[in-house]
């Protein structure tokens, strides 16, 4: 029987204790709640508890989402070579076995039915202390890249769950479950009244077509000197036009400076984007970083988008991310090392492009996995 149908009788999924581990970026948290979200309205009763490394940011964003986390001392490698890395790195061993120690007693004491992985610093000792207590075990991969953490827990658990084609070459193939990522339940593709809905919430000219540039939380610095160089230029290929530019907190100082004195009224700045639904619904082109959770919710919105990879993140993994798009015809790729230079002349063009846009908009919404969350929870139940 169909998983969607059994869900509506609630009775035929049992109550579960669950282990969630995973974080350090919203990357991993997001898709962790919403697998927490969905496997609570399968059964509401279902216990859970998130585990997580202290001091990182899903110590607080867990909390804010209404579930328990504990954190463990886990940290991890640092790469970059200085003082401070090294001493950060001799602790690594130390941390590691304090986090496999405390790991132990918290599935002792919460006695889980299963324990899933979603990736980042804390997923390793927990899942390889629950597995070593032959407690059932799955892990969801976000990236077309598979991270380290991942590849090392791989063997052990009953099921993988991935959004990318090809991930046999990380993982056992009989493993491997297509699942997609779960999203935000907001993120949807939209309707033309959602759209007008966005263009009112944002002060928008309807008229007009609009550029949604979003950087994540703290900003992304690449993009926002690729619109300071545009406007320093003249805003070339502006001409009806609107820019909707989440510039970041870490950056909006200097971007308020830049900004103050400019009348450039088609061009709406600020440092946090409050609904990112109604953002993306008012959008005609997203210019984005390729994390997994961006990848996912632009797939979800089947909206046009130019994505620059991040080269700050391990394995190249956001290139690998946008490239499984690109490939597909769904979507446009600039590199950060380009962007400068190069990306605002390929937004213009992409803008002004009708064509374009559908062509990409068709291509990218047979990408779209909107109930990830409850193809993870159906996997979850199948292991228990």
């Given amino acids: 029987m169909n998983f969607y149908k059994k869900a509506k009788n609630m009775t035929t999924y049992r109550k579960l204790r669950v282990i969630i581990s995973g974080g ?3 990357g991993h948290i997001f898709p962790a709640v919403s697998i927490a979200n969905k496997l609570k309205e399968v059964n509401p009763d279902t216990e859970i508890l998130f585990v997580g490394a202290e001091g990182k940011m899903e110590m607080e964003k867990v909390p804010a989402a209404g579930y328990e986390i504990v954190g463990l001392p886990i940290v991890g490698l640092q790469r970059q070579l200085n003082f401070r890395n090294i001493v950060n790195d001799l602790k690594v061993p130390f941390k590691i076995l304090q986090s496999i120690h405390k790991a132990g007693k918290v599935i002792d004491e919460f006695k889980p039915d299963i324990a899933i992985g979603v990736g980042g610093y804390a997923s390793a000792p927990l899942l390889w202390k629950a ?22 827990l791989a063997k ?9 084609d090809g991930m046999e070459r990380f993982f056992p193939a009989d493993r491997i479950t297509f699942s997609g990522n779960p999203i935000r339940s907001e993120i949807h593709p939209y309707s033309e009244a959602d759209k007008a809905e966005g263009i009112r919430y944002y002060g928008l000219d309807p008229q007009k077509k609009h550029l949604f540039i979003v950087g994540g939380s703290l900003g992304a610095g690449t993009l926002n000197r690729a ?15 609107e820019v909707l530019w989440q510039c970041g ?49 632009i797939c979800a919105t089947s909206k046009a988008a130019i994505f620059v990879p991040s080269p700050n993140v391990a394995e190249d993994h956001q290139t690998h991310n946008a490239m499984a798009l690109v490939n ?18 390929e937004a213009m063009g992409l803008i002004h492009d009708e064509g374009k846009i559908k062509e990409i908009e068709n291509n990218i919404k047979p990408l779209a996995r909107l109930d990830a969350a409850g ?9 228990i």
């Fill in 227 to 241: 619109m300071r160089k545009w406007i320093e230029a003249g805003c070339p290929g502006s001409e009806g036009m």
């Fill in 131 to 152: 597995t070593a207590k032959k407690v059932p075990a799955l892990i969801q991969e976000q990236n077309g890249f598979a991270g380290l953490t991942n590849k090392l």
């Fill in 249 to 297: 907190r870490y950056y909006k100082k200097g971007v308020d400076d830049f900004m103050a004195g400019r009348n450039l009224p088609f061009i709406h700045h600020s440092d946090f984007i409050g609904r990112m639904d109604l953002a993306y619904a008012a959008s005609d082109v997203i210019i984005s970083r390729s994390g997994a959770s961006s990848i996912s919710e």
């Fill in 156 to 164: 052990r658990v009953g099921s993988i769950c991935v959004a990318y």
């Fill in 375 to 383: 193809s993870i929870a159906e996997e979850v139940y199948k292991l």
């Fill in 328 to 345: 597909k015809g769904a979507g446009l790729i600039v590199k950060d090392s380009e962007a400068v230079a190069k990306l605002m002349e």
């Fill in 24 to 26: 350090g970026t919203g």
